[in-house]
T-cell receptor, first 113, second 113 residues
Framework: EAAVTQSPRNKVAVTGGKVTLSCNQT?????MYWYRQDTGHGLRLIHY???????EKGDIPDGYKASRPSQENFSLILELATPSQTSVYFC????????????FGPGTRLLVL | GEQVEQRPPHLSVREGDSAVITCTYT??????FFWYKQEPGASLQLLMK?????EINEGQGFTVLLNKKDKRLSLNLTAAHPGDSAAYFC????????????FGTGTRLQVLP
């Protein structure tokens, strides 16, 4: 079974502060993704990666950076957090050879005050 | 690019009734199709993955239909029970050569006893 973990699971941050969300996968998948989920918007893709060292912009990258230092780890960085970034963030991993079936982590609930 | 429209956004049925959720997509080259289930406060779980070569796929208590001519994907829960209450998301892989999966906006299903 695919295994994707995220930390922290819950985070309260202050406006202007830096937030780092971490994701780890043990599936040996090449691709990893960061989404945010908000009521009325479904899942929106922020950044994704094809492998270690690569990051690509998704549909809503503004205000976010990503880092993929290894096959297993993919981080999402909010350099200057804003209240509009309050959301639930999901990480996923997938492999192109598997039709990019994506397996999701448990999510991180972020509140920016 | 690929666009996926999911209907209805909310659905309420009685226990034992069927529930149908439909997604339409725009890219005729779409190759892989997915249904995910998200229980309240939880992550997305893969329900079923279907390929463009198969039009009818049966799971435990549900059927997935793919109509390539109309570019329509549907999830039919037969004899719904309260444990089916969740949000359901379709997803479409734009083509076999890309890593981009496009998600529908979700359907919140409530099964009443």
């Amino acid at each position: 079974e695919a295994a994707v973990t995220q930390s922290p699971r819950n985070k309260v941050a202050v406006t202007g502060g830096k937030v780092t969300l971490s994701c780890n996968q043990t599936n040996n998948h090449n691709n990893m993704y960061w989404y945010r989920q908000d009521t009325g918007h479904g899942l929106r893709l922020i950044h994704y990666s094809y492998g270690a060292g690569s990051t690509e912009k998704g549909d809503i990258p503004d205000g976010y950076k990503a880092s993929r230092p290894s096959q297993e780890n993919f981080s999402l960085i909010l350099e200057l957090a804003t209240p509009s970034q309050t959301s639930v963030y999901f990480c996923a991993s997938g492999d192109t050879g598997d039709g990019d079936t994506q397996y999701f982590g448990p999510g991180t609930r972020l509140l920016v005050l | 690019g690929e666009q996926v429209e999911q209907r209805p956004p909310h659905l309420s049925v009685r226990e034992g009734d069927s529930a149908v959720i439909t997604c339409t997509y725009t890219d005729p080259n779409s190759y892989y199709f997915f249904w995910y289930k998200q229980e309240p406060g939880a992550s997305l779980q893969l329900l079923m993955k279907v390929f463009s070569s198969t039009e009818i796929n049966e799971g435990q208590g549900f059927t997935v239909l793919l109509n390539k001519k109309d570019k329509r994907l549907s999830l039919n829960l037969t004899a719904a029970h309260p444990g089916d209450s969740a949000a359901y998301f379709c997803a479409v892989s734009a083509s076999s050569n890309t890593n981009k999966v496009v998600f529908g906006t979700g359907t919140r299903l409530q099964v009443l006893p």
